[in-house]
T-cell receptor, first 115, second 114 residues
Framework: AQSVTQLDSQVPVFEEAPVELRCNYS??????LFWYVQYPNQGLQLLLK??????LVESINGFEAEFNKSQTSFHLRKPSVHISDTAEYFC?????????????FGAGTRLAVHP | KAGVTQTPRYLIKTRGQQVTLSCSPI?????VSWYQQTPGQGLQFLFE???????NKGNFPGRFSGRQFSNSRSEMNVSTLELGDSALYLC?????????????FGEGSRLTVL
């Protein structure tokens, strides 16, 4: 069975500093990869996704993630964070061959941006 | 375009009762999935419905059930509630490629079981 490991449960960082949230997945089968963000008392919002093509994907608010097949990783980065980026971030994987909309989520990383 | 709507947002039940949660997907989306979110277990897949048929099911007991109507609205039901069923239940809809998993989530129904 697939699993997703988010290596850090909490990441504190100062405003305008760079940040990396790490994500590794276990499956060797072809997968789709996602990062979702959850603000307090809200549902999940898709931040970015890797379906195929370029291994570097970007979001509209400055986040980027790189798919590394050999290391089975999909780390999320931002060169300069803002207070408003404080939230919980979830990495997720979906099996390409399954044909279902089932996501396997990591445990989440709580990003706390301090002034 | 309206997002995914879940009702009720908050509810409190006692052990042994049952509960029904409702989800209205984004217009035109035919796939509706349900997830349970708890501090201990994180986000876990419950089931997915597509065109009124359950297409996939997670590893939950039979007390958890769902259905989808012809207008794609979905309900999930939990019978004989246990304390451990306290959670945020998230509904998500998708209109994209099957398996591509671009899910749009509602804000959730927070269930507290006393």
């Amino acid at each position: 069975a697939q699993s997703v490991t988010q290596l850090d449960s909490q990441v504190p960082v100062f405003e305008e500093a760079p940040v990396e949230l790490r994500c590794n997945y276990s499956s060797s089968v072809s997968v789709y990869l996602f990062w979702y963000v959850q603000y307090p008392n809200q549902g999940l919002q898709l931040l970015l996704k890797y379906l195929s093509g370029s291994t570097l994907v970007e979001s509209i608010n400055g986040f980027e993630a790189e798919f590394n097949k050999s290391q089975t990783s999909f780390h999320l980065r931002k060169p300069s964070v803002h207070i408003s980026d404080t939230a919980e971030y979830f990495c997720a994987v979906s099996d390409r061959s399954g044909g279902y909309n089932e996501l396997i989520f990591g445990a989440g990383t709580r990003l706390a941006v301090h002034p | 375009k309206a997002g995914v709507t879940q009702t009720p947002r908050y509810l409190i039940k006692t052990r042994g009762q049952q509960v029904t949660l409702s989800c209205s997907p984004i217009s035109g989306h035919r796939s509706v999935s349900w997830y349970q979110q708890t501090p201990g277990q994180g986000l876990q897949f419950l089931f997915e419905y597509f065109s009124e048929t359950q297409r996939n099911k997670g590893n939950f007991p039979g007390r958890f059930s769902g259905r989808q109507f012809s207008n794609s609205r979905s309900e999930m039901n939990v019978s004989t509630l246990e304390l451990g069923d306290s959670a945020l239940y998230l509904c998500a809809s998708s209109g994209g490629r099957m398996g591509a998993g671009e899910l749009f989530f509602g804000e959730g129904s927070r269930l507290t079981v006393l």
